[in-house]
C-alpha cells in the first residue's frame, strides 16, 4: 500500500464553520506533512511532524490547527477561515531516513471559503 | 527569495521527442533534488532523484542531470508521450532539513 488516503476531497465552508480535514497512510512513515497549494504556484509547507510530535510550524495562522493522534493519521482542523484560504490542502509523507525528502502526496482537499 | 527557481512556465514538446526541463538553486547546501509530476486538482507524484554525489540517473525515460558548479539540473523525457503533460516541479533539500524547498513548476504540454 503506497496510498496517502485524503478525505474529503471537496470542502465548501463559510467562514464562521469548523470542519476538519484528514489524511491516512500505511506505509509506516514517521513523517508527514500539510502544504497549500494556490493555482498556478508550488506546494507551500505548513506543518510537519515528525514521530507523531509538530516539529516544523511554518508561521500558518493559528485558525488552522494541526493534529497527529497516531503515526498513521494526521488531522488539520480548520476554523474561522477567509476567503484566501480557498486553496488545495495536500498531506504528504515519508520516511525519516538520510532520502526522507521523497514525499508521497495524497490527492488533496480542494477547500473553497465562501 | 526564490530558492528553486523554473524559469519557463511552460513548454510544448512534438509527442516523441525529448523534452528538456530545467531548474535552477541558489542554495549551496541542498544536496538532493527531486522532480515531481501533477496533474490538475491531484498531488504531486514522485518521478525521479539525485543526490549531489552523482551527475545523472536514470529511470526509464526519465534521466536527471546535476551541474554542481552551476546549481543547474534539468530532467529530460524521451521520447515525450501524450501522457506526459503536467506540471512538472523540481524540488530541494539538505542533509537534516525536513523542508523541501519546490520550484515554481513548468507546465509542460506534449502535442500529438
Known amino acids: 500500500d503506497t496510498e496517502v488516503t485524503q478525505t474529503p476531497k471537496h470542502l465548501v465552508m463559510g467562514m464562521t464553520n469548523k470542519k476538519s480535514l484528514k489524511c491516512e497512510q500505511h506505509m509506516g512513515h514517521r513523517a508527514m506533512y500539510w502544504y497549500k497549494q494556490k493555482a498556478k504556484k508550488p506546494p507551500e509547507l505548513m506543518f510537519v511532524?515528525?514521530?507523531?510530535?509538530?516539529?516544523i510550524n511554518e508561521s500558518v495562522p493559528s485558525r488552522f490547527s494541526p493534529e497527529c493522534p497516531n503515526s498513521s493519521l494526521l488531522n488539520l482542523h480548520l476554523h474561522a477561515l477567509q476567503p484566501e484560504d480557498s486553496a488545495l490542502y495536500l498531506c504528504?509523507?515519508?520516511?525519516?531516513?538520510?532520502?526522507?525528502?521523497?514525499?508521497?502526496f495524497g490527492s488533496g482537499t480542494q477547500l473553497s471559503v465562501l | 527569495d526564490q530558492q528553486v527557481k523554473q524559469n519557463s512556465p511552460s513548454l510544448s514538446v512534438q509527442e516523441g521527442r525529448i523534452s528538456i526541463l530545467n531548474c535552477d538553486y541558489t542554495?549551496?547546501?541542498?544536496?538532493?533534488f527531486l522532480w515531481y509530476k501533477k496533474y490538475p486538482a491531484e498531488g504531486p507524484t514522485f518521478l525521479i532523484s539525485?543526490?549531489?554525489?552523482?551527475d545523472k540517473n536514470e529511470d526509464g525515460r526519465f534521466t536527471v542531470f546535476l551541474n554542481k558548479s552551476a546549481k543547474h539540473l534539468s530532467l529530460h523525457i524521451v521520447p515525450s508521450q501524450p501522457g506526459d503533460s503536467a506540471v512538472y516541479f523540481c524540488?530541494?533539500?539538505?542533509?537534516?532539513?525536513?523542508?523541501?524547498?519546490f520550484g515554481t513548476g513548468t507546465r509542460l504540454t506534449i502535442i500529438p
Open positions: 542554495n549551496s547546501m541542498f544536496d538532493y
Open positions: 511532524y515528525s514521530y507523531e510530535k509538530l516539529s
Open positions: 539525485i543526490s549531489s554525489i552523482k
Open positions: 504528504a509523507s515519508s520516511q525519516i531516513d538520510r532520502n526522507n525528502e521523497k514525499l508521497f
Open positions: 524540488a530541494a533539500s539538505y542533509f537534516g532539513n525536513e523542508k523541501l524547498t
